[in-house]
């Protein structure tokens, strides 16, 4: 199989990037290592090429109401220049993909999805449509970059000078607030800059034409350099979300499992009703669940958990291992995974069999690691 690349793929080979096979795309997974990296995010900015994923424009007059009967979160609530967590479901209240959706305007929107479910996720959005909407899939024609870490609101705006040109009028990137978006100028062309991210650090999200993110990704790696800025990989970024205890589609979440199984209700507000899905996420609710996702780390010293890994109560087997790595930030394993709603409640002790033995773990709110202050 041909691996896909992004546009930032030489660059990715001058820092000295691990390159590996995700979803379909060579890309990244380290430069120094995933514990410098991840702990750069932590403490100072990492800079990531999330060029993979992918971006669908949706416009006219009916985008909004087809939108809102798509995905599960309200995109009534949205003004022009804000953004929000939502998910696409299927008619059994299975998760088709998560993604994010961005208002720009009155009556056009921005969705970001994910790089391994594109392919799925656009035919999707084209049958649910049956042509009422306007749809591009702009994938092939953007790039994107994420920057993060408690130091990125110190050199944003000389690596990227405002103001915002529509969208959320703002004189610098850094004045914008959480899950704002807004189009900046950039060397000629139009980007878009959103207070986002995955890592559960400040930070930002830069969208961009393809032929300009290779500028965009030096020009804050220059800015960023005095801060402590490194560029970070898949490693990173994976060990960070799962400390957060966020969601990655094929781990948490697939087309068998619920957004109230994954704990995810929150974006789900069902009185809004009529989306795909949504009667059934209401009987789920009224009824309950076979199943719930919870965070747990290790009691002791041991190999890491890692996805598929049994997990067992009282000498049965509960449940599996959806993501699990070794903490950074924490210096234990941790992990995420389903068990039966009864063994859910926080403090619970449970075992996770890594390599043919048991070993002790406790079931523990989300997040698992909470970032302070920089």
């Known amino acids: 199989m041909t691996l ?3 546009p ?3 660059a990715h080979q001058k ?7 995700f979803g379909g795309w060579e890309m990244p997974v380290q430069y120094t290592s995933i514990t410098d990296e991840h702990l750069a995010v932590r403490q100072a900015a990492g800079l990531f090429d999330i060029s993979h994923m992918g971006e ?7 985008a909004e109401e087809f939108l809102n009967r798509t995905l599960t979160n309200d995109l009534r609530k949205l003004a022009p220049g804000q953004g929000q967590y939502t998910l696409m479901c299927n008619a059994a209240g299975g998760v088709v993909d998560d993604l994010y959706a961005y208002r720009l305007g009155a009556t056009d929107f921005l969705l970001i999805f994910n790089a391994s479910r594109l392919e799925a996720d656009v035919p999707w959005l084209e049958h649910a449509n049956a042509g009422r909407a306007e749809l591009r899939n702009l994938s092939g024609q953007l790039a994107a970059v994420a920057v993060q870490g408690p130091r990125v609101a110190g050199f944003i705006d000389a690596a990227l000078p405002g103001p915002a040109v529509g969208g959320t009028e703002v004189q610098k990137i850094s004045d914008m607030k959480k899950n704002q978006i807004g189009r900046f100028i950039f060397e000629g062309a139009a980007l878009y800059v959103a207070r986002t991210g995955y890592t559960g650090e ?7 034409p393809a032929e300009k993110i290779e500028a965009v990704w030096n020009r804050l790696l220059e800015a ?18 799962t400390e957060m205890g966020y969601p990655l589609y094929g781990h948490e979440l697939d087309e068998q499992t619920t957004p109230l199984e994954a704990g995810l209700g929150f974006f789900v507000p069902l009185e809004k009703g009529g989306f795909t899905g949504s009667s059934v996420l209401a009987r789920q609710k009224a009824d309950g669940m076979a ?4 965070g747990f780390k290790m009691t002791g010293k041991t190999a890491p958990p890692r996805p598929q890994y049994p997990i067992w109560s009282a000498g049965a ?3 599996v291992v959806t993501s699990g790595t070794q903490s950074p930030s924490l210096n234990l394993g941790i992990g995420l995974g389903y068990v039966p709603p009864a063994l859910a409640k926080p403090g619970t002790p449970i075992e996770i069999e890594i390599r043919g033995k048991h070993y002790a773990a406790v079931v523990t709110p989300k997040p698992l690691y909470r970032p302070g202050p920089a």
Not at 56 to 62: E, I, L, Q, T, Y
Not at 291 to 294: P, R, W
């Open 4 to 6: 896909k690349r992004t």
């Open 8 to 10: 930032l793929y030489s």
């Open 15 to 21: 820092l000295g990037g691990k390159l590996i096979e």
């Open 56 to 62: 669908v424009w949706v416009g006219g007059a009916a």
């Open 202 to 208: 400040d930070g930002f999200e830069i969208v961009a």
């Open 224 to 241: 960023g350099r005095p801060a402590g800025l490194k560029p970070a990989g898949l490693g990173a970024r994976d060990t960070l979300r």
């Open 291 to 294: 199943k719930k996702l919870v």
């Open 317 to 319: 087997g509960v449940g």
